[in-house]
């Protein structure tokens, strides 16, 4: 299979970027949108011939999809380490380039009815693109470095849309904690990579990943309190994505981030960046998964299904209807992270990473959709709050339907997409233990329950009244909506365990009705509960988070974490650690440069009379200095 | 060779002449007067090429041909140095030294 035209995928947006960029204010703003859809629509066909071509034209070698690669080295350490640059097309990262592809073009066409009309308009889309071509390569990236570049890539493009509003100082607080906060976990990352360059001599996935390769055959050579020396840099390399992915302890930038434009929350923090970090996972899964018999992956489960729980306790607390999709969203990433973390390796056994590609597949769509739909109600009610809203069905009746649809799909009423790719989940958490099946479970229910608070908060609830009446969005919004509402009902049937396995072979996904059955169940009850208390306006609600206390306030605290964050950044870091140092700094180290630099100009003043500018004292000093030479050689300057 | 004068007498005619010069250069408060004593310094040179040239090299014209070009770049000079000084005197109305001075640190 000839891969070369895909390089234009990433390229285009880069180009797009380009332009808009340098052109920002020569390009009229119907002009900028329309370039960048047309881009990115390019580049979006190529995504969806590559996929066709990869996974039907193209044949398997014995049974399993192969890996095509093309690259050439950047930067050349030793003979076998090495920076390359280049595309690696494999499973994964083709359906990545379907989900990136697919978001990305709807949000572009979604943004050209939201953004219309702001003053900024062409650098939005100019920055979409960048953040669309960053995601393209950190897709196709064939090493970890490259993977790193790109990485980096998108936290800045992160940073530039969720401040994009920049004179709201909150918005530039959000996108200064989200690059710390990222950056920070990025460091960790840094420092798996090298040393798992250290360690293997390479940086190249299909080297790392190969089982019979020699980073997965000798791990146990190198070891470091009592692990692998690989598998601190597995851990190290979670970090960073778990930075990325806003998995606990390191998500308080996610809700924050929603101070950004919708279409970009829809696009970065609900679809594509913040699941780089389960990509990340996935990308190196055969390393994790050999590695010290998995060990890692056991963490990766744990953090993955805590913070599921505790992002979809929150969520049930938020009266933000953007914090609560980012909440939801985190849970649901950390629903991924579990189903990596269970996962085998060969054929059914595999069933984790694949429901967990599968569920990121899907959730893509239906929390795009859910995102931009909430975009709609914000444009049309201009207002985050879900205490201002109610009623809208009336007023909207496109978002309304779509919006349903994606919450069904998000709590998993068959046959919606969310349904299968939940289930495939909780399939594989039943086989790996019954703690994390509990908790997924549970996430299951509680998931249903504060989506449809939230539907039916916005559209049915009490019966506001508003300034302006509220109307439907423009064909450019609603257009989106529809085809995403379409996607997230059908991409459930594809038959994903054919084309992503972790062995590339693929199995056959059954459907497991007992299994199946209880998540519907406990789907369903939290339907009914979110129906009985939000439906129509009722104290029951409020008596029902009464009747847990301090728990409540407690969660819709988002228990105190940002609190404890600042206390340990402002109260321990900055005035015990950072203040002493900044002392040190100031007197000692720049004290003594600055009293270098104050002596010297001391000494220039005292001696620069020397210079008088009489002609005649110059001449002097020069007869002086022949007479006393000429002295000197004749009668000292004996040999 | 010149009959009754000895290299030492011409040698000590043209050492005074040069310190009669430095002196000069480094005293006057005049720049004209600089420039004199600049041309005695130059002369007593001229006087060194010329006799040293007689009596170690008599059937040589080395010295004798500097001497010519010494006079020339002298007068050069010369002409230079009072360009120099006509547009002083257009700046500051005087040819002192002192005026001078303004061009230090």
């Known amino acids: 299979m000839n891969i070369g035209y895909l390089l234009l995928v990433p390229l285009i947006p880069l180009l797009v970027f380009l332009l808009l960029g340098v052109f920002n204010k020569r390009i009229t703003p119907a002009v900028s949108g329309l370039i960048g859809v047309a881009g990115l629509a390019v580049s979006t066909g190529l995504s969806y011939y ?36 280049g595309l690696l097309i494999d499973p994964i990262s083709v359906m990545m380039l379907v989900v990136v592809s697919t978001i ?21 889309f100019a920055f979409l693109s960048l953040f669309t071509f960053s995601m393209y390569g950190l897709v196709l990236a064939t090493n970890l470095f490259q993977i790193y570049i790109f990485w980096e890539l998108v936290g800045v493009s992160s940073f530039l849309l ?73 851990i190290l390399m979670f970090m960073g994505g778990a930075g990325k992915s806003a998995l606990f302890p390191l998500h308080i930038w996610l809700p924050d981030a929603m101070e950004g434009p919708t279409p970009v929350s829809a696009l970065i923090h609900a679809a594509t960046m913040v699941v780089a970090g389960v990509y990340l996972v996935a990308r190196l899964f055969p390393l994790y998964f050999f590695v010290d018999e ?62 967990s590609m599968f569920h990121l597949f899907t959730h893509a769509m239906f929390k795009a959709l859910l995102f931009l739909g909430a975009g709609s109600v914000i444009h049309a009610v201009h207002s985050n709050n879900l205490l201002q809203m109610g009623g809208l069905r009336n007023y909207m009746p496109i978002t309304n339907i779509t919006f349903l649809i994606a919450a069904l799909a998000i709590a998993g009423v068959p046959p919606l997409a969310g349904f299968w790719s939940k289930d495939e989940i909780l399939v594989a958490a039943f086989a790996a233990s019954p703690l994390i099946y509990g908790i997924g479970v549970v996430v299951a229910g509680l998931t249903a329950f504060y989506m449809f608070r939230l539907y039916f908060g916005i559209f049915w609830g009490k019966e506001t009244r508003y300034a302006h009446a509220p109307h439907e969005s423009p064909l450019s919004m609603t257009g989106p909506l529809l085809v995403l509402a379409v996607l997230s009902a059908v991409v459930g049937f594809i038959p994903f365990s054919q084309f992503v396995a972790a062995d590339r072979i693929g199995f056959v996904a059954q459907l497991h009705w007992e299994l199946a059955g209880v998540a519907v169940a406990v789907g369903l009850l939290g339907i009914g509960l979110a129906w009985r208390f939000y439906k129509t306006e009722n104290a029951l609600a409020g008596r029902f988070a009464q009747g847990f206390g301090p728990l409540y306030t407690w969660a819709s605290h988002k228990f105190y974490l940002d609190e404890l964050y600042l206390f340990v950044t402002r109260q321990l870091i900055f005035k015990r650690i950072s203040a002493p140092i900044a002392y040190i700094d100031k007197k000692w180290v720049d004290g003594s440069m600055e009293g270098i630099g104050n002596k010297t100009v001391l000494i220039a003043s005292k001696i620069k009379g020397l210079q008088s500018g009489r002609l005649q004292d110059y001449a002097f000093a020069f007869i002086g200095g022949v007479v006393l030479l000429a002295l000197v050689f004749v009668y000292l300057w004996t040999l | ?52 040239n007689k009596y170690l090299f008599p059937e040589l014209l080395q010295g004798v ?39 230090k640190y």
Do not use: C
């Open chain 1, 162 to 234: 969720i401040g994009y509003y920049y004179t709201k100082h909150s918005a530039v607080a959000a996108a200064k904690k989200a690059f710390i906060v990222t950056r920070f976990a990025d460091f960790g990352f840094l420092i798996g990579i090298l040393i798992i360059g250290f360690y293997t001599g390479t940086f190249d996935f299909e080297s790392l990943n190969d089982p019979q390769g020699p980073a997965i055959l000798h791990w146990a050579s190198t070891s470091f309190m009592g692990l692998s020396a690989i598998s601190w840099a597995l």
């Open chain 2, 1 to 52: 060779m010149i009959p009754g004068i000895s290299i030492t007498e011409v040698l000590t005619l043209s050492s005074i002449l040069f310190f009669i010069g430095v002196y000069g250069f480094m005293t006057r408060t005049n720049l004209i007067s600089v420039l004199i004593s600049v041309e005695l310094i130059l002369n007593a040179s001229v006087i060194n090429f010329v006799m040293i």
């Open chain 1, 104 to 124: 990305s073009l709807m949000v572009h066409i979604y943004s050209r009815g939201y953004m219309k009309g702001d003053a900024g308009y062409t650098r939005f």
């Open chain 1, 50 to 85: 590559a996929a066709f071509q990869y996974f039907f034209v193209a044949a398997k070698v014995e049974g399993a999809y192969q890996a095509f690669v093309l690259k050439g080295v950047w930067m050349r350490f030793t003979e076998t380490l090495h920076i390359d640059m």
């Open chain 1, 294 to 355: 998995g060990f890692v992956l056991q963490i990766v489960a744990y953090v993955g299904a805590f913070s599921s729980l505790f992002a979809a306790i929150i969520a049930i607390t938020q009266t933000d209807i953007k914090r609560i999709l980012a909440f939801s969203t985190m849970s649901q990433i950390g629903f991924m992270m579990m189903a990596l973390g269970v996962s085998g390796f060969a054929g059914h056994e595999g069933i984790g990473y694949m429901a």
């Open chain 2, 65 to 103: 041909v500097y001497s010519i070009f010494i006079i020339a770049v002298a007068a050069a000079e010369t002409a230079l140095a009072v360009a120099i000084i006509f547009n002083l005197y257009k700046q500051v109305s005087s040819v002192a030294v002192r005026e001078t001075e303004t061009m």
